[in-house]
């Protein structure tokens, strides 16, 4: 009876020891995972805001766009 009882705690602590070394092997990978979506996303924003120029120029064309059509449409 003794080993019986030997052997299913033996088997729960390796059952937990497994789980346990899987569960921190699962947040590194997460953690690593967020680490690089973030290196990259700030990589791709900081292209995008160099690659549009000034947004002054850009809010005077739109606005001088919308005040044509507006002009053109008699709104």
Request: glycine share 8%; proline share 0%.
């Amino acid at each position: 009876m003794n080993e019986l009882l030997a052997a299913g705690f033996q088997l729960m602590g390796v059952g937990m020891g497994v789980v346990f070394l899987f569960l921190g092997l699962l947040v590194a990978v997460i953690s690593l995972v967020s680490r690089l979506i973030q290196y990259f996303e700030a990589k791709t924003a900081a292209a995008v805001s160099s690659a549009t120029g000034n947004d002054e120029d850009l809010i005077e064309v739109v606005t001088e766009a919308v005040k044509r059509y507006r002009a053109d449409h008699h709104r």
